[in-house]
């Protein structure tokens, strides 16, 4: 297939891409799982890897993806930058613009990602913000084509936070025709805006959005069941308080037996046994989390052929 070309130098928001550019890319992310190819789009070229906080699998993944391609990557962990700190944002920007050809970004403020895309010569990627991770969304859209075949009228629920994980897949599943479905308990769902913005793409692209406050309501016949933690990265002073607010949004066997019989159950990682899954949920036969860690690498190679190709 021919490389996917992007009408956005980065990748900030899932909002960054079109909805023909986020079926090109989730098709290509398969395409590449079913057959690797040996071009190496990437060669000569190096990759910053920027993070405030920790991670296993886009870190790691990108690492080897970028191997894949054959570039290569430099990590730098917040110690080491003290963006905002030790040096202005904007001026880390324009420092690493002139040593790499990529800055992969996991931050905690969504703004601080933005300044520095601002300042950047060179494509910025969100590794994750407070606001979005759209690295994930790629994989999980890809596992959802995947296990079904095709994306478009599948019903995917997410059960917990309106964080990050939730508003980038709201985004991308109505990119591509998905029913949206969102159970959150009131003052931790998406904003109005979010709402709002997810409905608009979901009506111009054959999806709908539906935000709710029951778990069951969501799950009721869904193809896909998607949870999250319940405290991400940042919000650990709030774990207790969120604890209790969240004990009725737990994924367990007695939820899933109202999605459809054959429904998947998915989950970014990491996982808080207990809260959001009960233990051993992961390795039961409806789970398909450790495919869609998989296909983090799968989509990120697709997403960095699309720029380097
Ligand atoms: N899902 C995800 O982004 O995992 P890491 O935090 O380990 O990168
Ligand atoms: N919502 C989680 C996702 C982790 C990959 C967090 O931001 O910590």
Redesign the pocket.
């Known amino acids: 297939m021919a490389n996917v070309g992007l009408q956005t130098k980065h990748l900030l928001s899932m909002a960054d891409l079109t909805p023909a550019e986020v079926c090109a890319l989730v098709e290509r992310a398969r395409d590449i799982k079913r057959a690797p190819g040996s071009a190496k789009p990437m060669q000569g070229k190096t990759v910053a890897l920027l993070f405030e906080k ?6 790691v993944s990108f690492e080897i993806g970028v191997a894949n391609l054959g570039g290569n990557c430099i990590y730098l962990s917040p110690a080491e930058v003290g963006i905002g700190g030790r040096e202005a944002v904007s001026d880390v920007a324009q420092v690493l613009s002139r040593y790499v050809n990529c800055i992969v970004y996991r931050c905690f403020a969504h703004a601080t990602l933005v300044e520095l895309a601002q300042y950047a010569s060179v494509p910025v990627i969100n590794a ?1 913000s407070e606001d979005e ?1 759209p690295c ?1 969304t790629l994989a999980d859209l890809t596992t959802v084509l995947e296990q079904r075949g095709s994306l478009p009228g599948t019903t995917l629920a997410y059960v917990g936070d309106g964080n990050n994980v939730a508003r980038s897949l709201g985004i991308g599943c109505a990119s591509v025709g998905i029913h949206y479905r969102i159970a959150s308990p009131d003052g931790y769902g998406l904003t109005a805006d979010d709402q709002r913005a997810i409905e608009a793409i979901a009506a111009a692209n054959g999806g709908s959005a539906t935000f709710v406050r029951d778990p069951r309501e969501a799950v009721d016949g869904a193809n896909v069941v998607y949870t999250d933690v319940w405290a991400s990265m940042g919000q650990e002073e709030e774990a207790a308080v969120r604890r209790e607010v969240f004990m009725e949004y737990q994924v367990n066997p007695d939820l899933m037996a109202h999605a459809a019989p054959d429904a998947v159950f998915m989950h ?3 996982a808080h046994y207990g809260e959001e899954v009960p233990h051993g949920f992961l390795d039961g036969p409806q789970s398909v989390v450790f495919d869609q860690a998989e296909n983090r690498l799968h989509a990120q190679q697709a997403l960095l052929e699309a720029i380097f190709g």
């Open positions: 920790p991670s296993l699998r886009t870190r994750l991770h994930q970014d990682l990491p």
